[in-house]
């Protein structure tokens, strides 16, 4: 399979040497900005306030936190470790990248060791990346409309994508015939950063509110329900971005297939079913306003989980780089471990 250059042109993460630097999503898409960490504390700063998001690219960015960390010295190391793990709860990737960097340093690892280790974390995602999207486009079918949630694309990882990198196989393969992206409040990802990638990248798609998904998919007009994951249980089921449920629900109502895409990274064997997963609940803020201006009336209260889980029965394939299992269950997952 083939995949169009002018379909992977966005790379977020970069490292410069002696400093991280990111692409700050929450200026897009009309400020392309990039804020340059030179701290393991910006990092996780960076981490908490959403300027890297994404399972994925946190724990790339947090594995080149800890080379920041490296090079100040072991007391620095020390700390960075705890914080950056603290900076956001519930993707897994954060957690595995720095596991793995703590592995190296107990291996004695110096600064310019760990820099390979971070470089080899960001360059197996995306290899990752780019054999998900073979693995899950030839899946679909010809002739068919996909619906994708939140954002899984380069901006989200190392380059390509998960659940957008299906995508973008996809039509670079001549499977996919439309892509809708629902808005995806209260970030707005869908709307901000999904539809910037797919116009950059030449994908026409088609935006819609997060509350037409229903009334989209009684139309007949799509098939596959693609999605990321943030954390996938050892019995399949899968915490994503917040509505990620509901498009699971309606969709085997009408017939649609769902399928989660993430890197194996982002599988946890070590939590039995979605129920353990922790989900993360971010200022009630975010929802009660908007661009920093308020838009309910004062008094009103909000809640505010920015994940949701989707149980393995009504997902039908998990597609990791190491490959693909269709009606997951405890069982199909520890077969790819």
């Not at 600064?111 to 998900?132: F, S, V, Y």
């Not at 957008?164 to 499977?175: D, K, T």
């Not at 999904?194 to 139309?219: C, F, K, N, Q, Y």
């Not at 929802?287 to 994940?307: E, I, K, Y």
């Amino acid at each position: 399979m083939t995949t169009m250059p002018s379909h992977d042109s966005i790379r977020a993460v970069l490292w410069r040497g002696d400093r991280l630097r990111l692409l700050d999503q929450r200026r897009l898409p009309f400020v392309e900005d990039y804020i340059d960490c030179t701290t393991p504390a910006e990092v996780a700063q960076a981490i908490r306030d959403l300027v890297v998001r994404g399972a994925p690219a946190i724990g790339i960015a947090a594995a080149w936190g800890v080379v920041l960390a490296a090079r100040r010295g072991s007391d620095a190391l020390a700390e960075a470790l705890p914080m950056l793990r603290a900076a956001r709860p519930t993707a897994v990737n954060l957690m595995w990248a720095l596991d793995r960097m703590q592995r190296a340093i107990a291996a004695g690892a110096d600064a310019l060791a760990l820099e390979g280790e971070a470089q080899a974390i960001q360059d197996e995602d995306l290899a990752a990346n780019r054999h998900m999207g073979e693995l899950g486009a030839a899946l679909l079918g010809d002739g068919v409309g996909v619906l994708t949630h939140c954002n899984t694309g380069s901006l989200a990882t190392a380059g390509f994508g998960t659940a957008l990198g299906v995508v973008r196989a996809g039509v670079s393969a001549g499977h996919i015939t439309q892509v809708f992206a629902g808005e995806t409040r209260p970030w707005l990802q869908g709307a901000r950063l999904t539809m910037w990638e797919l116009v950059r990248d030449g994908i026409p798609a088609t935006l819609i509110s997060d509350s037409a998904a229903a009334h989209l998919m009684a139309s007949g007009k799509v098939q596959w329900v693609i999605v990321g994951a943030d954390r996938i249980a050892a019995n399949g089921d899968t915490a994503n971005k917040i509505g990620t449920y509901q498009l699971a629900i309606v969709a085997r109502h009408h017939g649609a297939k769902v399928m989660v895409v993430a890197p194996w990274s982002t599988v946890d064997l070590e939590t039995p079913t979605g129920a353990d997963i922790e989900i993360e609940l971010r200022d009630p803020a975010e929802l009660l306003s908007h661009a920093g201006q308020r838009t309910v009336v004062d008094g009103a209260v909000a809640w505010n989980p920015v994940f949701d889980v989707t149980p393995a029965s009504l997902i039908d394939a998990i597609v990791t780089e190491r490959g693909v299992v269709t009606s997951p269950a405890t069982s199909g997952m520890r077969g790819l471990a």
